[in-house]
């Protein structure tokens, strides 16, 4: 059994950083995103989401769904920042909650803890982070050389108790 506690941090924010009009939190692999919107925005046919490796880009209806007269739509740019490291363009996901935010899950290109979400961030500490990860996560030699050190410490500790059980016993 470990005595590690886990930092206690908002799940929003857990291993990221909270902002004024975002939050974003992090696992090894993947980065989650809570963009704050204007309440006025209650369809996502008003964004355009964009995420390339390196930036990602959100730009709104002007006007929540006035066309102008030539039937072209206008937008203009709600956010748009540099990433700090590469994601995996392609396994980029967002959704929005009316009035609240949009969600953007990216996949990161490398497996790496970020200390900023984007450049110019203040950056975060690393050493205050919790970097453990889920059992499932660990690739299978990794589970199996997990499971085979468990229950090689498990004999160890059923050896000590039988031992001492039998020095009580004399």
């Known amino acids: 059994m470990s005595d590690y506690v886990a930092p206690v941090q ?13 939050t ?26 964009t995420v390339s490796s390196k930036e990602i880009k959100v730009e709104i209806l ?4 006035t066309i ?29 909650t009316p009035k609240k935010h949009i969600h953007i899950h990216m996949e990161k290109k490398y497996e790496r803890w970020w200390e ?16 453990s990860r889920d059992f499932n996560d660990l690739k299978l030699d990794e589970q199996m050389k997990l499971q085979e050190l468990m229950w090689n410490e ?4 059923l050896s000590r108790t039988s031992k001492n059980s039998s020095t009580q016993k004399k």
């Open 10 to 22: 908002e799940a929003d924010s857990y291993n990221g950083a909270s902002h004024d009009n975002f």
């Open 24 to 49: 974003w939190s992090q696992s090894i692999s993947d980065l989650d995103v809570l963009l704050n919107i204007p309440d006025s925005l209650m369809s996502p046919r008003d964004l355009k989401v």
């Open 62 to 65: 002007e006007n929540n769904l």
């Open 68 to 96: 102008c007269a030539d039937s072209t739509k206008k937008w203009s740019i709600f956010f748009q920042a540099e990433l700090s490291f590469p994601v995996k363009e392609n396994e980029t996901i967002w959704c929005m």
């Open 116 to 131: 900023a979400l984007i450049v110019g961030e203040s950056k975060i500490k690393l050493d205050k982070i919790d970097c």
């Open 154 to 157: 498990k004999q160890k500790l």
